[in-house]
T-cell receptor
């Protein structure tokens, strides 16, 4: 039983490079989310998807894009990484918009 | 938008004693309040939640109370144990949880 998996576990990236963080869940949850976690700021929602084929913007969407081609996968793309995007990124899923959110193990991203 | 404040930022408690973490929220329309526990190197894990139609909810040693008039809610952990040491986050949302707003976290340390 995997639950939610994220890849890579950690990554060091040069500024200006493109990067896609992967997230896969095997619980057949409809809703998925991407958060970033920064010291002193807690978790902030970047983008979310209530169901396959739909996405929405969270609190801090600028510089990020997402797609939801199917139920299981919800990749997060940084088109041109900047140092302020250095953070720990968590993917989460829930059965519906009112369901309990389950979090993945996180990806630690450093942009130099 | 919603703003959630969490206090204290750090808390040390003798093993066996109780710990209380408090959060306040700004949007009176918020009606879902989950609490998450995050252990080092892991993603947040939901430990208890409460909806606005109840004032208190208990699950073994953990309880959450909600005061909608004052717009604050609290996490209570009784008979604390070393494995309770972690960072705890409160959150609030309106309607469902597609847009959770998190507090900044409390690092709880249980002193053996």
């Amino acid at each position: 039983i995997a639950g939610i998996t994220q890849a890579p576990t950690s990554q060091i990236l040069a500024a200006g490079r493109r990067m896609t963080l992967r997230c896969t869940q095997d619980m057949r949850h409809n809703a998925m989310y991407w958060y970033r976690q920064d010291l002193g700021l807690g978790l902030r929602l970047i983008h979310y998807s209530n169901t396959a084929g739909t996405t929405g913007k969270g609190e801090v969407p600028d510089g990020y894009s997402v797609s939801r081609a199917n139920t299981d996968d919800f990749p997060l793309t940084l088109a041109s990484a900047v140092p302020s995007q250095t953070s720990v990124y968590f993917c989460a899923s829930s059965e519906g918009a009112r369901g309990l959110q389950f979090f993945g193990p996180g990806t630690r991203l450093t942009v130099l | 938008g919603e703003n959630v404040e969490q206090h204290p930022s750090t808390l040390s408690v003798q093993e066996g004693d109780s710990a209380v973490i408090k959060c306040t929220y700004s949007d009176s329309a918020s009606n879902y309040f989950p609490w998450y526990k995050q252990e080092l190197g892991k993603g947040p894990q939901l430990i208890i939640d409460i909806r606005s139609n109840v004032g208190e909810k208990k699950d073994q040693r953990i309880a959450v109370t909600l005061n909608k008039t004052a717009k604050h809610f609290s996490l209570h952990i009784t008979e604390t144990q070393p494995e309770d040491s972690a960072v705890y986050f409160c959150a609030a949302s309106i309607g469902g949880n597609e847009k959770l707003t998190f507090g900044t976290g409390t690092r709880l340390t249980i002193i053996p």
